[in-house]
């Protein structure tokens, strides 16, 4: 039987405490109650598939990514250098992004497989190139891509 991402997670989590790395302790352990709180909302409780446990922990990243942002425009750098610490423990759990011609490629496949002329076809090109980059591009990024395209 192969481990789920969660399982991974846990026993991760074991390792650092033995191991006393308190910000990869803290990290995980934000990480693992958000999947309970996740697996637990809606009608009726759930195990998370490891495409969903990406979801929220790609949603985590990003948190860390703007707090850390918002905290160097404060400027509170120590505060700044927290959440950029936690982002790079959530990181390695997370597939390497794709680059800018990468993404590039996948809005010009979905755009063709649409067959989009106009901005009013964005959510059918959206929701294809989503589907395709499966948590390896910021949401955003690909949003933009794809206005540049539509538009242009």
Sequence with gaps: MTDTLKSTLQHDLHDAMR?????TISTLR???????????????ARELSDAETLKVLAKEAKKRKESATAYREANRPELAEREEA??????????????????TAIVDRAVAQVGATSMAQMGQVMKLAQAE???????????AKVKARLAG
């Design 19 to 23: 191991a006393r790395e308190t910000v």
């Design 30 to 44: 934000m990480a693992l109650t958000a999947i309970s709180n996740e697996e637990v909302a809606g009608t009726s």
């Design 86 to 103: 936690e982002l790079v423990v959530l990181q390695a759990y997370l597939p390497e992004q794709l680059g800018d011609d990468e993404l």
């Design 133 to 143: 980059a499966a948590g390896r591009a910021d949401g955003g990024a690909l949003a």
